[in-house]
């Protein structure tokens, strides 16, 4: 069988045609002319490969995967980042992430005050606030591990800034409470009246705390004092039950010095001078006027003052020399000059302090308000409303305000 094919019809009678225009003539060759390949075979040809063309493919392919793998490694490591960071942020709406505990006692000490009837959620709160303890909650676990039974007591307490709840619920409960013993000392309040409060508490016979008083000189105190009036430093205390009446009254007047000696004041005569005017601060303002009524006390004591020449003229101080607690005096009463207390009668300060000035009292008569205040009268008793003015004419229009107050108020006035 011949290795090519049959050629079509026409193709013959073209051969014819062109062999008898082209003789033999040395210059036509049937080979050199042959026909070209068929269309099927040079299809078939394409479809083989080429040479290497397979290692090529392989090579496409491999980077394509490649590509693909980098791709999806990014995409995954974006879906974890998104994943871990909603975590994060659940954990912190729940609370998850917040430290709820400290470790160990603590680090720098303070105190911590337990106000009269705190319970224990109350102390726990006071306690996270001042950064004590981490969390209210664990502390009030840790309180109810050791309480058995027993209430956290009143009073100023030495404690450490981030201390475990364990150590703070400790500090607090540890002591057992037949070993101390507690005494509220109000602000405002007479020696006589705090020497009744610290008898009841210790048990210690008044008699003690009064033969005390008679000798204020050997508590250092200066020549001019009278007793312990005004050195008795209101507050919570919680006493040793071995504590005797001479510790007890050095704890309290040592508080009172160390405010004086915090404020600058360290001079034991001035320290005097200023509680007697604390005292009257105290007895005759609310706290929010503590610094005003100050101010216009210091400017009834100024020489030269033409509006009251030197009278103080407190109801407070007259009622503390007659031994009585009353918003109302006589005339009498206010011309006494035989009564030492009476600023009505006499110019200047009284012979002493009239009671126990709060430390807030003792600031804002160190600090006094720069005001142009003579007079002061508090019109409403029940919100300590006072009212300021610079003339007595402008000061009798508030004092009718009071008397129509006591009016409208029978019996509160007394």
């Known amino acids: ?46 479809d083989v490969p080429r040479h290497g063309s397979k290692r090529q493919t392989s090579k496409a392919k491999r980077r394509r995967r490649v590509r693909r793998t980098v791709v999806m490694l990014v995409v995954l490591a974006l879906f974890a980042g998104t994943v871990y960071g909603a975590a994060l942020m659940l954990r912190d709406a729940l ?21 009269e009837g705190a319970g224990a959620l109350a102390i726990g709160t006071g306690l996270e606030t001042a950064d004590i303890v981490a969390d209210s909650g664990t502390f009030v676990e840790a309180l109810g591990a050791i309480a058995e039974g027993r209430e956290v007591q009143p009073g100023e307490y030495e404690m450490r800034l981030q201390m475990s709840s364990a150590a703070a619920a400790e500090a607090l409960l540890g002591e057992d409470p ?19 409060i610290l008898s009841e508490s210790t048990g210690i016979p008044r008699a003690e705390f009064d033969a005390l008083a008679e ?62 005017v604390a005292s009257i601060v105290q007895a005759e303002a609310q706290e929010g006027d503590y610094a005003t009524v100050a101010g216009s006390i210091y400017n009834r004591l100024t020489p030269g003052n033409t509006e009251t020449n030197g009278l103080i003229q407190s109801d407070a101080t007259v009622t503390y020399g007659l031994g009585t607690r009353t918003y109302q ?39 006094p308000a720069d005001v142009p205040f003579y007079f002061w009268v508090t019109v409403d ?25 006591c009016g409208d108020n029978p019996g509160r006035c007394q």
């Open 1 to 46: 069988m011949s290795d090519r094919h049959s050629a079509p019809q026409g193709a013959a009678d073209d051969a014819a045609d062109h062999s008898a225009d082209h003789p033999d003539d040395g210059y036509y060759d049937e080979d050199s002319y042959a026909h070209p390949e068929p269309v099927e075979e040079f299809f078939v040809a394409q």
């Open 215 to 276: 000798d204020p000189a050997q508590f250092g105190l200066p020549a001019q004092a009278l007793s312990l009036e005004g050195y008795l430093h209101p507050g919570e205390y919680r006493f040793d039950v071995e504590a005797t009446a001479t510790d007890i009254v050095t704890e309290l007047i040592t508080a009172t010095t160390d405010r004086l000696t915090q404020d600058g004041v360290t001079d034991p005569d001035e320290q005097y001078e200023i509680l007697t």
């Open 95 to 115: 609370g998850l992430n917040e430290v709820t505990d400290y470790a160990g006692p603590g680090g720098e000490e303070t105190v911590f005050t337990v106000p």
């Open 178 to 196: 037949t070993m101390v013993s507690y005494a509220a000392i109000a602000r405002d309040l007479r020696q006589g009246e705090v020497f009744d």
């Open 329 to 367: 005096l006589t005339e009498e009463e206010k011309n006494d000059t035989s009564n030492p207390y009476n600023t009505y009668a006499n110019p200047g300060l009284p012979k002493g302090p009239i009671g126990s000035p709060s430390d807030e009292a003792i600031d804002a008569t160190v600090n």
């Open 381 to 405: 008793l029940d919100t300590g409303e006072t009212k300021f003015s610079e003339t007595y004419a402008e000061h009798l229009r508030y004092v009718a305000e009071y008397d129509a107050w």
